[in-house]
């Protein structure tokens, strides 16, 4: 069995929905609290053991590789004013991964994000995050998504269940459950109607895939705009190997919507021992109460 080295962080996007201030920094570097949300996302593949983060970006997203890399102006300023909390802050974030970044040219969707990474991931399964996604769990997301993998030897998606008003936001999954969160998986529709949808469990982005996903990835037809669906590609997974959903443990919240950016915001701050208390005030004082 092959150890999940590799990770996919799709980040090509242009963050359209958080404009103005996507103008001119990449969506992926605005921060919950002090930390950009990025960084949540590649800290969630460190924690599951994953060492190589292969980084799918576009025209203007240096500054996420430049936030991986060393800042040696940074950290000789704060060596000399005697800062090393906040020195010893720069360089974790500097040592924390193995970065490789590949271009996507070209705006065709997710799938084709993936695809972009075939050269650097190989022949063997890694995993796939989605920067929009944060959940927040005791053991990571992506770990339980290992486990499982490793356990069953099968391509797995995270899922969580959502109201039936909710599934045409999503790719949905369906199939035989197999235990109390684990489901065999044969049919997949990308943001169906509620009625037509095979279930209420929702893809929200952390995948753990076999290297088979790349030769579907290139037999899936374009969809709507032009974009290869990952959510198609998976369904032609399913129908040449085990594909596996489980319903994962923990808090999802949606960063892409700028709600649920500021309940994500609101959620770990509050978890921050230092912070707690003033933003328990903070939220009093504009509730009024």
Known sequence: MNKIRKAVIPAAGLGTRFLPATKAIPK?????????????????????????????TARHKEPIENHFDYNYELDDILEKKGKKDLLDVSKAVGGMCNLIAIRQKHPLGLGHAVLCAESAVGNEPFAVLLGDDLIDSEVPCTKQLVDIYEKENASVVGVMEVPASEVSKYGIVGGMMLGPRLMEVDRLVEKPASKDAPSRFAIPGRYVLSPSIFKCLRETKPGKGGEIQLTDALQLLAGRERLLAYQFEGVRYDTGDRLGFIDATLAYALKRPELADGVRAVMRKHLGS
């Open 28 to 56: 992926e570097m605005i921060p919950i609290v002090d930390i950009p949300m990025i960084q949540h996302i590649v800290e969630e593949a460190v924690r599951a053991g994953i060492d190589d983060i292969v980084l799918v």
